[in-house]
């Protein structure tokens, strides 16, 4: 068993019976996915209905014919799992690397309990040793970049192979966010980055989760949020 399994095996233990769940994004969620789906398909677990955080995550559960519901019909949520891109020791986190931080963030502002599922490679000290992903507006996204380079950082339209703009699920193109030293202040950042006009969302989550579930080599650490 790999530490993206082992820890999606933890995090299942958190889910009973009736729960109403937000399903999230990315490599290790999807093994959370399969694993539920599994239970469901074979009765251990019953009555389950998710709401489904990206494009692909709609793809995988219905695959397992878990079944699905809109923050529409179903605007409190029980339980979200997701993963994450980076974790610093307030449990602040990075996320939207998988093209879906919009939608991500919206079902997790409506959950109950967020829990993160990482392996220890995502801990960092600070904030922003890989990339910042914001979703930005088509118009215009030429001046965000000029924007954002001038913030300290090193701002970049995110491209596919084909040298085309990456489009993430709700439509709008990626920039990507390079700090030399980590974010010194997220929460300016975040401030700055939400009052800008065509920013549309950043990927930091600040404060949000409950839980950090990390898988190592020597077992599961849980990790929860003083509040």
Not at 38 to 44: H, T
Not at 203 to 214: K, S
Request: proline share 4%.
């Amino acid at each position: 068993m790999n530490l993206k399994e082992q820890v999606a095996r933890q995090a299942l233990t958190y889910v009973k019976s009736g729960m109403v769940l937000g399903l999230g994004s990315g490599s290790t969620a999807s093994y959370f996915i399969d694993l539920l789906g599994a239970r469901l398909r074979n009765g251990e677990l019953g009555n389950i209905v998710g709401v489904a955080t990206s494009q692909g995550t709609e793809r995988q559960a219905r695959a397992w014919g878990i079944p699905l519901s809109t923050l529409a019909d179903q605007p409190r949520l029980d339980l979200t799992v997701d993963g994450a891109d980076e974790v610093d020791p307030d449990l602040n986190l990075i996320k939207g690397l998988g093209r879906a931080l919009l939608r991500e963030k919206i079902v997790e502002i409506h959950s109950e309990r967020l829990v993160i599922v990482v392996d220890e490679s995502k801990l960092v000290r600070r904030l922003g040793r890989g990339p910042l992903p914001l979703d930005m507006a088509p118009f215009g996204w030429e001046t965000q970049i000029r924007w954002l380079n001038s913030l300290g950082c090193r701002a970049e339209l995110r491209l596919e192979e084909d040298g085309s703009p990456v489009v993430t699920d709700d439509g709008n193109y990626m920039a990507l966010c390079h700090f030399q030293e980590g974010i010194a202040d997220p929460y300016r950042l975040a401030r700055m980055l939400a009052d800008r006009p065509g920013i549309v969302e950043h990927g930091l989550f600040l404060g949000m989760a409950d839980e950090v579930l990390m898988s190592t080599a020597q077992g599961t650490r849980v990790l929860r949020r003083e509040r």
